[in-house]
């Protein structure tokens, strides 16, 4: 392999695992849209699928496999940093320890169901994305329409399992169920505004490497 791609490879991994971890601390936060309850990780968590959708199409399905769990591992350790620094005695005159606590130490729920969410639809976007290519449908010719068209389906592994895991019996379930079906068509509204950004660096980092 060389340089340059080893250079991208380690670009595209960093990022996959920073947008993870910020999506996760951005989900403590629920956010008002029209009376619908959203959690804040939305925002950026699509950003996880556009890199995977890159990273397979570019390096494979192995090396975009273990790119999934290096981001998940890097997540798993920062819960557990994030507990023993919460369980270490504050020191004296520092009277940030509940809010910190609060912020840092949130529920056991959201942060199981963003991970199985996470490793489980992104496997699924990968292995879809690599069958639609080795296919002889349209999907075989198109970039995008790949990329789009497994997303499509893993976004709703994910919605289905974050917000089962994290929000059923928090929330009514009017509530819940209104919650989960806007996180799915905010996450591909999402993805489909960027496509045309995310099909032209596909383009152009293809003829460069």
């Given at each position: 392999?060389?340089?340059?791609?080893?250079?991208?490879?380690?670009?595209?991994?960093?990022?996959?695992?920073?947008?993870?971890?910020?999506?996760?601390?951005?989900?403590?936060?629920?956010?008002?849209l029209g009376g619908i309850a959203v959690d804040g990780g939305i925002v950026l968590f699509p950003l996880t699928y556009i890199?995977?959708?890159?990273?397979?199409?570019?390096?494979?399905?192995?090396?975009?496999?273990?790119?999934?769990?290096?981001?998940?591992?890097?997540?798993?350790?920062?819960?557990?940093?994030?507990?023993?620094?919460?369980?270490?005695?504050?020191?004296?005159?520092?009277?940030?320890?509940?809010?910190?606590?609060?912020?840092?130490?949130?529920?056991?729920?959201?942060?199981?169901?963003?991970?199985?969410?996470?490793?489980?639809?992104?496997?699924?976007?990968?292995?879809?994305?690599?069958?639609?290519?080795?296919s002889d449908s349209a999907f075989s010719r198109s970039f995008i329409a790949r990329a789009l068209g497994s997303s499509a389906?893993?976004?709703?592994?994910?919605?289905?399992?974050?917000?089962?895991?994290?929000?059923?019996?928090?929330?009514?379930?009017?509530?819940?169920?209104?919650?989960?079906?806007?996180?799915?068509?905010?996450?591909?509204?999402?993805?489909?505004?960027?496509?045309?950004?995310?099909?032209?660096?596909?383009?152009?980092?293809?003829?460069?490497?």
């Amino acid at each position: 392999m060389s340089e340059k791609r080893i250079r991208l490879l380690i670009y595209f991994s960093a990022l996959s695992a920073g947008a993870l971890l910020i999506s996760n601390l951005s989900a403590i936060k629920l956010w008002n849209l029209g009376g619908i309850a959203v959690d804040g990780g939305i925002v950026l968590f699509p950003l996880t699928y556009i890199l995977s959708d890159l990273t397979v199409e570019l390096f494979g399905k192995s090396l975009s496999r273990t790119v999934i769990y290096a981001g998940f591992l890097i997540n798993l350790i920062a819960v557990f940093v994030f507990y023993a620094v919460i369980a270490l005695p504050a020191y004296p005159g520092w009277n940030m320890q509940e809010a910190y606590a609060a912020v840092l130490g949130f529920s056991p729920r959201i942060i199981f169901g963003s991970l199985a969410g996470y490793l489980s639809s992104n496997l699924l976007n990968n292995w879809l994305f690599i069958r639609m290519k080795n296919s002889d449908s349209a999907f075989s010719r198109s970039f995008i329409a790949r990329a789009l068209g497994s997303s499509a389906l893993a976004h709703i592994v994910d919605s289905g399992v974050f917000e089962t895991v994290a929000f059923l019996g928090v929330l009514p379930f009017r509530e819940f169920l209104m919650q989960a079906v806007f996180a799915y068509i905010l996450g591909m509204g999402l993805e489909l505004l960027l496509s045309p950004l995310e099909a032209a660096i596909e383009k152009k980092l293809s003829r460069s490497l």
